[in-house]
């Protein structure tokens, strides 16, 4: 599949996860992943196992969309028994919140590390919105299936991961608001406001398609429009952010 193939996120998330649709009491019915009757299998590295798993998961997201990860091909795909990936996964949505959600967090909870350091002064700010910025497009780019899916999901029940969405983007975008309001003239109501509407914008300009790109910036290579697209959306961080003063 080619990177910058579009494809709707609605549609692919209603064929991959149609379990995940269901009304209450069709949930309720299936049982909960303890109830399988399955014990740890033996000799198993419960991290590694897990790890061969997700990865799986993860290749058959980007080949496929979510309708290729079912619990058999990743089976397969990772050289495992069917009963061990339910075990640690007891439903192809689980596969599908474990690929894509909780990777997309993870890489989220490494980059404020690093953004969070170098909020010192205005400049470091500055630099650090570029980067973080830049690096954020750009994964958004190399996983262009997974997060038309989590756009998907977003649309249709106004989160992409209620867990994770608690534990990373919430606390996020509350200490990024007080730290940056301490180096600019923003309120943090206002950076919290800014921040939300980058995490919302970022993806978006990363699933456009290679005909909307080029139209939108007039490049005449897809290369070239998705650099116009990355530092236009640098210029706008900077310009919500009030940090246009010190990227000078």
Known sequence: MSLFTTRSADSDYRRGSRGASRPNSARSSRPARVTYGMARPLNADSRETQERI???ARALLEEGGPAAVSV???A???NLSAGTVRYYFATQEDL???ACINDYYDQLDQLKVAFFSQLKDRQGAAQAVRVSVSTVYRYCLT????HHLLIGRGAKVGRVGDDREAQSRVPFLREFSQRLAAVTDRSERELRFAA???MFMIPRYAALGERQLLDVFG????EDAHSAAEAHIIATALHLLGLEA???
Not at 143 to 146: G, R
Not at 219 to 222: I, N, S
């Open 246 to 248: 010190a990227d000078d």
């Open 54 to 56: 997700v990865a799986a």
């Open 96 to 98: 599908l919140v474990e």
């Open 196 to 198: 939300q509407s980058l």
């Open 72 to 74: 058999r091909r990743v």
């Open 219 to 222: 490049e005449g290579r897809l």
């Open 76 to 78: 397969e795909s990772a």
């Open 143 to 146: 996983t262009e299936v997974a």
